[in-house]
């Protein structure tokens, strides 16, 4: 049986949806290697923030270590829901092995589907453990019949469960063909194989051989040969394999009960890859890669991040990938929300650095002198859900700037932009939730009310038919007054080509060096029809005027252009445009339809269905949705689809809009002039 050498340190990452039990098997994996104590009026090592706590779940990484004969574990537990994922970009890619926590029930199987897919295109090892076994109700063959389309590698079961009556009583190691009866937070007994399920066992180990004999062309010759492997090989073979991504290893067990945990335990020992692996998927020679960034009351912004290449001491200088230098100013070890000074952590270790402020997750921080880029860096997610945000009292605008610059750095799943035109500054998430978390910790970690509006959305007008417009600027108030007299023509074009401004003038009745105030004035003009929005899709062709020697000015043209604007497009029809998105929205299949139906209640035009790209069991809607109708489409979306749905939304065009909701936000524009 492969052993790694002693005192390898090895990064795990727990993952899976909501509910699920990471943190509960994080908690287990602690308590059975004596990291920790026990639990002492529910209080855990994980989720420990007051807002995860609130919601009963994680909402960001917790990261926590223990020992286990000789060897180290740096776990990291990551939120199962959508909406807290962000945090995964990064970390995923430096640990060696992902746990993917599952529930025993079929119909949850397709939870499991985007974490699983995401784990394959990383190239990350992973393993499955079905938790809450102690649930259990059912047969286990329609269970792993259930996960197996959600997974584009095969998965292998590498035990059967034993049952005393309905419940799950203990389990059978088909690697180690030995049987062991569960006992609650105590290491399971071995025991003798049942009689009555020697027949099973023998079933369940070769259709395991047989999987593993598809990448080992002498396994299986051995097996069409009926010869029996050794138990050596087996493992050898199983180990490869998953190091490679070639299987998916299936445990059971119950992390609240302490039931499979020491035998989960065992098999990473024995099997989990060593950090060299995930180095050469990072690209990383020698330093530190950023897991998170984050600040942490005192201590400040803290890094962090996973050491590679060779021990990282306190105080090692660094170099960042723009070819920044910095000092690590603080070495710390992390469990849960507890840190510790250490003076150095070794190889694989994920630890704290202090005072490397420009570091940000995903990062690597070379200690080889020069600068290290990650091989394949995350893309950023694109924000599915924003509001617009003001501090209560005017006093905190400083505090609030301050604040939500750091809320960006932590989390890399927020986005803050400036609206010029709608003057609002909008904080955009994975989702409502995601966006309530942060303004939540708004106001716990930096005292900052606030309040909040739905985005604005940047309607347009534009004009039904043409006119020529004569307007005169005229002002005198003692000494040099203002003259400029300007003929315009003003007409509509086609939908998307924006403005237009164009010269016949003969003759010097405007002369040239005011023709562009007289644009920039039909310009300022444009910036609010008769609608109350800016105006597009027009030409305005300058034709004629008069001039002044005395009196016309640069200014002058300018003002005459404007009145010209908001003379002549009174009589020109304003149309009111909303914009138009297009949507691609990704469904699992069973829930595709109901999704259309919501795309369509929210005035959507679909635009095709197809199956979504090697996803078995899911859908790709394109559509095209009012900007309008978008907030509160994710919350919706994921209702619909057991919390799975996701879109991406881009600008295509502008579409007109008439009666009631035209009304209503020619309205909205009114108050708020």
């Known amino acids: 049986m492969p052993i790694h050498p002693a005192g390898s340190v090895r990064a795990l990452a727990l993952v899976g949806p909501t509910s699920a039990g990471k943190t509960t098997l994080m908690e287990a994996l602690l308590q059975v290697t004596g990291a920790v104590d026990r639990r002492v009026g529910g209080e855990m090592v994980g989720d420990s923030s007051p807002e995860a706590r609130a919601r009963g779940h ?85 269970l792993l019949a259930a996960l197996a389309p959600v997974s584009s590698t095969p998965l292998v079961a590498r035990q059967i469960p034993t049952w005393d009556g309905e419940k799950v009583s203990g389990f059978i190691d088909l690697a180690l063909e030995r049987a062991f009866v569960y006992r609650p937070n105590e290491p399971s007994t071995q025991v003798e194989i049942p009689g009555d399920l020697l027949d099973a066992e023998a079933e369940a180990r070769f259709h395991m051989l047989e999987q593993i004999a598809d990448f080992d062309d002498e396994l299986l010759e051995q097996l069409l040969s009926d010869v029996t492997p050794s138990r050596d090989a087996v493992f050898a073979d199983l180990v490869r394999e998953m190091n490679e991504g070639l299987i998916v290893p299936v445990f059971f067990g119950s992390a609240q009960n302490g039931f499979g945990v020491r035998r989960l335990l065992k098999a990473l020992r024995h099997e989990a890859p060593l950090p060299e692996r995930a180095a050469r998927r990072i ?51 992390v ?207 300058l034709v004629d005027g008069q001039t002044h020697s005395v009196d016309s000015s640069e200014m002058a043209f300018r003002m005459a252009g404007r009145l010209a604007m908001e003379e002549g497009l009174a009589g020109c029809g304003a149309i009111l445009l909303e914009p138009i998105e297009k949507l691609t929205v990704y469904s699992p299949s069973p829930s595709a339809s109901n999704v259309t139906s919501a795309l369509t209640a929210r005035r959507g035009q679909i635009l095709g269905l197809s199956p979504r790209e090697d996803w078995r069991g899911w859908e790709r809607i394109e559509a095209y949705l009012p900007q309008s109708e978008r907030q509160g489409l994710i919350a919706e979306l994921r209702g619909l689809t057991q919390g799975l749905g996701a879109f991406e939304a881009d600008f295509d065009h502008m579409a007109e809009l008439s009666g009631r909701l035209a009304a209503e936000a020619s309205q909205g524009a009114g108050a708020r002039a």
């Open 283 to 333: 690209g990383i020679d020698a330093g530190a890669y950023v897991l998170k960034a984050a600040y942490a009351g005192q201590s400040g912004k803290l890094a962090y991040a996973r050491v590679f290449g060779k021990t990282l001491p306190d105080g090692a200088d660094f170099v960042l990938p723009d070819g920044e230098r910095c000092r690590a100013g603080g070495l710390f070890a």
């Open 335 to 541: 469990q849960g929300a507890a840190i510790r000074k250490i003076t150095s952590a070794p190889i694989g270790e994920v630890c704290a650095i202090g005072k490397v402020e420009a570091a940000q997750a995903g990062q690597i921080l070379s200690t080889t002198g020069r600068p290290q880029v990650v091989a394949a860096a995350a893309h950023p997610r694109r924000p599915l859900f924003a509001v617009a945000l003001s501090a209560k009292n005017h006093k905190d605008d400083v505090r609030l700037s301050g604040a939500l610059g750091k809320l960006i750095e932590e989390d890399p799943g927020l986005r803050l932009t400036h609206d010029a035109e709608s003057r609002q500054v909008l904080l955009a998430g994975q989702g409502e939730g995601h966006v309530r978390l942060a303004l939540e910790r708004l106001k716990r970690r930096f005292g900052v009310e606030i309040d909040t509006e739905q985005p604005k959305t940047a309607y347009r007008e534009t004009i039904q038919r043409g006119t020529t417009q004569r307007s005169r600027h005229k002002k005198q108030s003692g000494g040099h007054g203002q003259f400029a007299d300007v003929t315009v023509e003003i007409r509509p074009l086609p939908r998307g080509s924006g403005f237009v401004f164009t010269q016949r003038v003969v003759g010097g009745a405007v002369p040239k060096q005011w023709i562009p105030a007289v644009e920039q004035g039909v310009r300022d003009g444009l910036e609010k029809g008769q609608l109350g929005f800016p105006v597009t899709d027009l030409e305005v062709t």
């Open 58 to 142: 994680s909402v960001e990484l917790n990261l926590a270590g223990f020992e286990f004969m000789g060897d180290r574990y740096s776990v990291v537990d990551c939120p199962g829901s959508l909406e807290f994922c962000a945090d995964l970009d990064a970390a995923l890619p430096a640990v060696d092995l992902a746990l993917v926590v599952a529930e025993p029930d079929p119909a949850k199987a397709a939870l499991l589907q985007p974490t699983l897919r995401e784990l394959e295109r990383l190239g990350v090892p992973h393993a499955l453990f079905i938790n809450k076994m102690d649930q259990a109700r059912g047969s286990i063959s329609d």
